[in-house]
């Protein structure tokens, strides 16, 4: 294998990249989850919230520790690998940054301080307001950088002067077409991968007989959240797609695994697109399909990859099975979430042990899923790295391959310990349960207006 | 107007700069002390002093990363592959340091994580003393992007560089514990700040010398002569502060050596702004060739202007939350 750094260097941004994703994706849902159960609890007053929202505190400590520290590797990437990007685009996506960090960094970072520390230090309504503002934070990030993100997907609002993006109109800029679609399944996936945790969790606190009324608080909350979102992700991933095809259609056709666009797509369930034949083995399809869904008629038509030369083309497998991922898991996620509704419904949920199994299972699913949603989105913008104006392998930066191999090593391996022990300690917060050993008991901490409170509770709930 | 822009701009990066050395410098100053610490219950102590401040401290980092990317693409791209090295490894040390904060809570033995923090905590500032000496002693460019080798950065006097930022952070982190603990871990600061002052004395001097001697462009910038009579001063309140600091740590005042020592590190970062300006890419990329468009800078600058104020008051209210000092033994739970 030869070592070329453009390859080393997509490589070690595509390492961290993936390795940080893999936080915001919890933690933008999780912060919104802890919010609601602290408004829960000063509204119902009851306990169990508050119970639940220290507990999520604890673990979401640990991972948006993980995620700060990763994130902050990804603000300095684009300066040590990708300096030719940061000359050209710099204009655009670097204010795009640049407001992330003012108006979500710093809101996160520092009310995080008074979310984990503050609760003997500040009134309850001031502890559960701080979970709000950094759970804002979190949206007002994904905002931004989503923002630069579906830029790079589909630039507009700029013009090129001696080879360097301009900024002419900053709210085209920012609401490129690809944008809004972005941002909404993005965010929605964050929902939905913190919702299947929160089931998994619940669901196992149930089955082990331990905590089971704050695990069934937690499937309850979860299912009533996921069987809304779950079918929404359907057909938000259905209306980017549609947008993809208006703006990147060669991106579509290799999600599709189409090669000839002078005949309408099947929907391919399975296949194994051979990029030297261009075609399809071992197809496994439905005729017509994917025609069906991208144009709404049986004949319809859209670009295939033979209509752009091979050096166009983006990596078809690897953008073909990373899609098939992601739709399999959100069919699951739908079906997982509809039969939960039901059971919840004939009031046999919690009798349902076989069920509670597959869900006590499935809390690595939506990470997966936004995993591949990525790869599908990056791998199949290849080979620009921004649409129509820079090739990814004129972005790199002049930095030999012995140091992007040697740090890309030393991200191995210190993302692999640190990996390694977030995920332990948070499967140990877990199994040691809500009213795990270093818990509080709520009552005596409630202190400053604690007097007051349930006074004012009675005259809310008369 | 359009050309005070980048002015303006060096000027908030060189606050967010001077800013992030002076909060994440305590903290990892802490993080450096940590192996010094008596027991578990010191190392408690020392770290629920930072707890609920250092992850902001640090968001002064990505400001001056993001804004340097946003306000001079072009010596964003040229630093980052000049300083890759030092850079990334930095950012590994502030990795362990960050995580430990999390981990050393929830981890029943707690060996692993001290090791991790204070490691961290060293290499992250011994790698930005590397940085600061690779742009101090000038970067090659040509035709607008790095020439140089990968480590061209490492010279006797970057290396001397990393040694000074570890002993200033050290001593921003004992004043920091003067400041906020009491009792064994309170004394035992006080009684290292003193040696450490003479240190950070001892490398501001070096500094002094070495960089005019090594840079004439930095000779000429302060002996030349108009400039010396403007600038005689500098050294002159450098001194009266050390002293001040001396002072206040024999009479045993808990919050003038915190004090004084953030107002030494900002002369000393006078300085050099003083011996570098107007170059952001010694010693050829000035502000001006560097800026990014005038409407990006311009966007930016909006919302910098009406943010920063705001961020600045919660900042603010943050520390005022958590006033006073961390009592041994006592903790903020979480
Ligand atoms: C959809 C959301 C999303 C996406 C696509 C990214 N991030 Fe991220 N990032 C977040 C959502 C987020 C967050 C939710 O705001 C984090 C995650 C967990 C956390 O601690 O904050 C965060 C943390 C975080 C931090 C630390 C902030 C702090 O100090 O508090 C930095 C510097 C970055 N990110 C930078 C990046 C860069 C340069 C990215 C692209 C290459 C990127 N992030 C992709
Ligand atoms: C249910 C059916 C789904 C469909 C039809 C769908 C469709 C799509 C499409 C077409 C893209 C690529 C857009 C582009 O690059 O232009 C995409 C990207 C993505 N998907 Fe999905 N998706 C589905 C489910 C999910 C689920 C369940 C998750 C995660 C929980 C998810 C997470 C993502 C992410 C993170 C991206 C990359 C960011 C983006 O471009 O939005 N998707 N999806
Ligand atoms: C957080 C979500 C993101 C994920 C999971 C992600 C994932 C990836 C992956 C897997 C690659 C490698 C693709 C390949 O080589 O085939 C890649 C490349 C890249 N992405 Fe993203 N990306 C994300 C967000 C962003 C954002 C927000 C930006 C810029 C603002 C960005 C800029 C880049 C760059 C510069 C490359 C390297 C060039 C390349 O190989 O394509 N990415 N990303």
Known sequence: ?462 | MVSYIPAIWAAILGAAVALYVVMDGYDLGVGMLFPFAKSEAERDQMMRSIGPFWDGNETWLVLGGGGLLAAFPLAYAVVMPALYLPVIVMLLGLIFRGIAFEFRTVSRSKKMWNAAFAFGSTVATFSQGLVLGGFVQGIKVENNAYAGGPFDWATPFALFCGVALCIGYLLLGATWLVMKTDGAVADQARTRAKFLLLGVLACMAMVSLWTPFAQPRIAERWFAMPNILYLWPVPVVTALVAFWLGRSLEKGREIAPFIATIVLFLLGYLGLAISNFPYLVPPSVTVWQAAAAPASQIFLLLGTLLLLPIIIGYVVFVYWVFRGKVKAGESYEH
Not at chain 1, 440 to 456: D, L
């Open chain 1, 1 to 462: 294998m030869d070592f070329d750094p453009v390859f080393l260097a997509r490589l070690q941004f595509a390492f961290t990249i993936i390795f940080h994703i893999i936080f915001p994706s919890f933690t933008i849902g999780l912060a919104a989850y802890i919010a609601t159960l602290g408004t829960q609890w000063l509204r119902r007053g009851e306990d169990r919230y508050l119970v639940l929202m220290r507990f999520w505190t604890r673990i979401f400590a640990v991972s948006f520790g993980m995620g700060v520290v990763s994130g902050i590797v990804m603000s300095y990437q684009f300066g040590t690998n990708w300096s030719r990007f940061s000359v050209v685009a710099g204009n655009i996506v670097g204010p795009l940054m640049g407001y992330e960090v003012l108006s979500a960094f710093f809101l996160e970072a520092t009310f995080l301080g008074i979310l984990l520390f503050g609760f003997n230090r500040v009134p309850p309504w001031l502890y559960v307001v701080s979970a709000g503002i950094v759970a804002i934070g979190t949206l007002s990030s994904s905002f931004w950088i989503l923002a630069a993100n579906s830029w790079m997907q589909t630039p507009a609002g700029h013009e090129m002067q001696n080879g360097v993006a301009v900024p002419v109109d900053w709210l085209q800029v920012i609401f490129n077409p690809s944008f809004p679609y972005r941002l909404a399944h993005m965010v929605n996936a964050a929902f939905l991968t913190t919702g299947f945790v929160v089931l998994a969790v619940g669901a196992r606190y149930v089955l082990g007989g331990r905590f089971v009324e704050e695990g069934r608080t937690s499937v309850r909350m979860a299912i009533a959240l996921l069987v809304v979102l779950a079918p929404l992700q359907l057909f938000i991933g259905d209306q980017h797609g549609l947008n993809t095809l208006k703006h990147q259609p060669i991106k579509v056709a290799a999600m599709e695994g189409h090669w000839d666009g002078s005949k309408p797509g099947d929907l391919h369930l399975f296949a194994w697109p051979d990029e030297k034949a261009e075609k399809n083995k071992f197809e496994i399809s439905i005729p017509r399909g994917a025609s069906l869904i991208l144009t709404h008629s049986l004949d319809g038509k859209f670009p295939g990859l033979k209509s752009v030369p091979p050096d166009q083309r983006p990596p078809v497998v690897t953008v073909f099975f990373a899609f098939r991922i992601m739709v399999a898991i959100g069919l699951f996620m739908i079906a997982a979430a509809l039969f939960g509704a039901l059971l919840w419904w004939r009031r046999t949920l919690f009798d349902t042990r076989w069920f509670l199994h597959i869900l006590a299972q499935s809390w690595w699913i939506g990470f997966v899923a936004v995993i591949s949603g990525w790869v599908v989105t990056e791998s199949g913008r290849q080979p620009w790295l921004v649409y129509g104006i820079l090739r990814t392998a004129d972005a790199t930066s002049p930095v030999p391959s012995a140091s992007i191999l040697s740090t890309l090593i030393l991200f191995v391996l210190c993302y692999g310990v640190v990996f390694a022990a977030g995920i332990y300690y948070i499967n140990r917060l877990i199994a040691q349960g809500p009213r795990g050993s270093a818990q509080v008991t709520p009552e005596p901490a409630i202190s400053p207006i604690g007097g007051a409170r349930p006074a004012g509770r009675e005259a809310i709930n008369k």
